[in-house]
């Protein structure tokens, strides 16, 4: 005995290779923007005074910021620091003071 596939009219047809069709454009579009966030770094906003400042003093971050030297973000009376971009600027002014 051989099953067969139950017959499908054209319109069931039709409507079920729309569905696929909306289907791949979705997953396309998916694929796009994970492609795109995966391109993109996410910003990591820290407190100023928490921020790991290494050898150096809270004033000495706290200039580097109005100075605009590194990234920062006023919310209410908090300064937040761009955790990436104070690494960056503390390890691009360490390989110049080494010796």
């Not at 690494?87 to 360490?94: E, G, K």
């Amino acid at each position: 005995m051989t099953s067969h596939p139950p017959r499908q009219s054209q319109s069931e047809r039709d409507r079920f290779e729309s569905i696929i069709a909306e289907f791949k454009r979705d997953n396309a579009a998916l694929r796009q923007r994970v492609v795109e966030l995966e391109g993109k770094q996410q910003e990591h906003w820290i407190p100023l005074k928490s921020a790991d400042r290494g050898p150096h003093s809270y004033n000495t971050i706290r200039r580097w910021a109005e100075r605009g030297l590194i990234k920062t973000r006023h919310v209410g009376g908090r300064v937040f620091v761009e955790a990436d971009s104070l690494r960056q600027f503390m390890a691009m002014r360490s390989s110049f003071t080494r010796r």
